[in-house]
C-alpha cells in the first residue's frame, strides 16, 4: 500500500463508511419509495391498468423538478428542510436527506422506464386471468421486468455515488469529500489520484456484480 494512503489510513476508513451509509439509505429510499412511484407511473399512464391522468401528471411533475435541479443546489435548497427533519443541516445523518430524494426521483423513472419495457401481451394475459393489481404487480411486472430493475438499480447506485462527493458542501463527509479537502485543497495530487482510483475501483465492481445479477436472473 503507498505510503501516503498509510498515513490517512483511518481517515479513508471513516470516509468510505460515511459514503457507503449516505449511499445505502439512497438504496434503500430508491427500492421502498421509488420502486412503487415508478410503478404508479407505468400504471397510470394513458392506456394501462390504473389510468389516471391527474396521479400521473401529478407524479411526473414531481419527478421532474426534482430530476431537473442541479444536485448542489438541491442540496442547499433543502437545508431549511434537512434542519426540520433531522434537528441539523450538517453531518452524515444530514446528508442523506437529499441524497434519499433525489434517490427516489432517479429511480423511479427508471423503474417506470423498465416496466415500459414489458411487453403489453403480459398485462393484458394477466388481466385475462383475473389476476388482482397486486398480483399482475408483483407476479407479472416485476417478474418479467426484474433483469431491467436491477440493471437500473446499479446505474442508480453509481449515480448516488456521484452524488455523495458533493455532500462535503453540508458536511456530509465521504470519499469525494475526503480527496477534496485532503488531495485537491492541500495540494496532494499523489493523494486525490489514489482516492480517485478507489472511487473507480468500488464503480467497477458495482458495475460487474449488477451485470451479474442481472444476467443470471434474466429467463429470456
Not at 88 to 109: D, K, W
Not at 190 to 206: A, E, G, K, S, T
Request: aromatic content about 12%; glycine content about 8%.
Amino acid at each position: 500500500m503507498p505510503e501516503v494512503l498509510l498515513e490517512y489510513q483511518s481517515e479513508i476508513w471513516l470516509s468510505i463508511g460515511e459514503t457507503f451509509i449516505m449511499v445505502g439509505f439512497s438504496i434503500l429510499a430508491a427500492l421502498l419509495i421509488g420502486l412503487p412511484v415508478g410503478t404508479f407511473l407505468f400504471l397510470c399512464r394513458k392506456g394501462q391498468l390504473l389510468e389516471n391522468q391527474v396521479v400521473f401528471s401529478s407524479l411526473n411533475l414531481i419527478v421532474n423538478i426534482i430530476r431537473s435541479f442541479p444536485f448542489l443546489l438541491l442540496v442547499i435548497f433543502l437545508i431549511p428542510f434537512t434542519r426540520f427533519i433531522i434537528g441539523t443541516a450538517i453531518g452524515t445523518a444530514a446528508a442523506t436527506v437529499p441524497m434519499t430524494i433525489i434517490a427516489i426521483a432517479h429511480y423511479s423513472r427508471l423503474a417506470e422506464q423498465s416496466l415500459l419495457d414489458v411487453p403489453k401481451g403480459v398485462m393484458e394475459a394477466a388481466v385475462s386471468m383475473g389476476a388482482s393489481v397486486k398480483d399482475i404487480i408483483f407476479k407479472f411486472l416485476y417478474v418479467e421486468a426484474r433483469s431491467a430493475l436491477v440493471l437500473s438499480m446499479t446505474t442508480s447506485t453509481i449515480s448516488f455515488i456521484s452524488y455523495s462527493t458533493i455532500m462535503g458542501v453540508v458536511g456530509g463527509g465521504g470519499i469525494g469529500d475526503f480527496a477534496i479537502r485532503y488531495g485537491y485543497l492541500q495540494f496532494r495530487t499523489d493523494l486525490m489520484i489514489y482516492i480517485i482510483i478507489i472511487m473507480v475501483i468500488f464503480v467497477q465492481i458495482i458495475q460487474y456484480a449488477g451485470i451479474t445479477l442481472a444476467r443470471k436472473i434474466d429467463k429470456r
